[in-house]
């Protein structure tokens, strides 16, 4: 039951067992956790069960994919269905092209699409067809944006401010161990207008593409500035830089057009996965025909066995049918659940004494430990108490409550107002429980 101590017998003894044969006892190092891992039996709506009988209200999602909430009836059908008629072709299909066709309609700088499998593959494809297209080597990113676990894009996404170089003009710093030099890759700080400008100018001429999160979810949940994206979007016109929106978190979940639509900001390119197929593994490819053209010539390559996989690609139409055709009654309640949710986080903080900023767009935001009245960027991330919001994850999942461990919050259509008021009284006392100043 939510906000009663839980019990782990059978977790300690599966992770006991999975050390010995998975590396490290997980299969994803955003699972390690400091003690036992969460071993789910089953999940419903708003809900996870896990393997000792404990409950919890669930605002990880599968990492923001569950949009409609576990297991929507919608999706179940759908994926049943498609089980029992084949699983895997290596052949087009009917569905790929209406699920194609929805997504062009829906995101508005979507001209042509390719489907992958898993988000990784799709940035990683944004950023090979952006230097095939332009012909130029260099990728321009941001410090503590993510954009897969690949060689080439894991850089700078959460570095130690020891190695990260100065603020106008950071270093590429690898991601883990064995990663070969950052060639060709140009680090920029976000949210600086000014900053990206000077770096455009210093490599003129050979910067592919400028990538991003337009809304920064894997640091925070970061907005931009009033005013950026459009000097970001300019600076990349008179350069001749391609745009690329990163948006495996933000796409269909913000909008039905993604953060493309909720900041009216037209990319060259986008990448889509987790909330568009409700928690089956699909991502895609998306930009202006043109640009997309290059793939269709032959000139860049790009393929898969399970690309349009036929499962993952019902899941996605019955999703994206749902997103597009409830539309205000899903993002009514996305973002009246997560507003009515930030609010109640936030009086539970000042009522218990504690310096919390809580931030972000409503259906996925970011609780941070600062006294600092914004967080706006990367370092002032990495400013705020981390080891503290670790222990504040820890309390909440003793008490039946799962948020993501560096503090994000994602929430479903499947939340309730019971549930966001059990949340509130479940976060007051877990930062009551927490050993603070």
Not at 289 to 304: E, L, N, Q, T, Y
Not at 309 to 334: C, H
Request: glycine residues 10%; charged residues 20%; aromatic residues 8%.
């Amino acid at each position: 039951m939510v906000g009663m101590t839980r019990t782990l017998d059978v977790s300690r003894d599966l992770y006991t067992t999975a050390r010995r044969y998975i590396a490290g006892g997980v299969s994803s190092d955003a699972r390690r956790t400091a003690g036992v891992p969460l071993y789910v039996d089953r999940a419903s709506g708003s809900r996870l069960w896990d393997v000792d009988g404990n409950v919890y209200i669930d605002y990880v999602l599968g990492q923001g994919p569950a949009l409609l909430g576990h297991c929507p009836p919608a999706v179940v059908e759908a994926v049943t269905a498609q089980v029992a008629r084949g699983i895997v072709y290596s052949a087009q299909h009917a569905a790929e092209a209406r699920v194609a066709e929805r997504l062009c309609a829906m995101v508005p700088a979507a001209e042509r699409v390719r489907f992958n499998t898993v988000g990784s593959e799709a940035a990683h494809a944004s950023w090979r067809l952006a230097r095939g297209y332009t012909g130029r080597p260099k990728i321009l990113k941001f410090e503590g944006h993510y954009h897969g676990w690949l060689d080439p894009v894991l850089y700078s996404v959460h570095p130690s401010l020891d190695d990260a170089g100065p603020q106008d003009h950071p270093r590429a710093v690898p991601g883990t161990a064995g990663q070969p030099p950052a060639a060709d890759l140009v680090i920029c700080p976000w949210n600086d207008a000014e900053a990206l400008a000077g770096l455009m100018d210093e490599h003129a001429g050979q910067i592919a593409a400028v990538v991003m999160e337009p809304v920064l979810c894997n640091t925070g949940a970061i907005e931009p500035d009033p005013g950026y994206l459009k000097a970001v979007r300019e600076l990349c016109d008179r350069h001749g830089s391609l745009l690329i929106f990163d948006e495996i978190i933000t796409g269909f979940r913000l909008a039905p057009g993604g953060a493309q639509e909720y900041l009216g900001i037209d990319p060259d390119l986008s990448v889509f996965g987790k909330a568009m197929a409700g928690g089956m593994q699909v991502s895609a490819l998306a930009g202006r025909a043109p640009v997309m053209d290059a793939i269709s010539s032959g000139k860049v390559a790009h393929a898969g066995t399970f690309n349009s996989q036929p499962v993952g690609i019902a899941a996605a139409e019955a999703t994206l049918r749902i997103l597009d055709e409830q539309r205000e009654e899903v993002y009514g309640t996305l973002y009246a659940r997560g507003r009515q949710l930030m609010a109640g986080l936030r009086e539970a903080a000042a009522k218990v004494g504690v310096p919390m900023l809580v931030d972000g767009p409503g259906p996925v935001f970011q609780t941070y430990f600062t006294d600092a009245p914004a967080v706006r960027d990367y370092r002032d991330f990495a400013a705020t108490d981390r080891a503290m919001m670790a222990r504040l994850h820890a309390a909440l999942l003793d008490r039946g409550v799962n948020m993501v461990p560096r503090g994000l919050w994602f929430l479903s259509t499947a939340h309730t107002e019971a549930d966001v008021a059990a949340t509130v009284g479940v976060f007051e006392d877990a930062l009551r429980s927490l050993p603070l100043g």
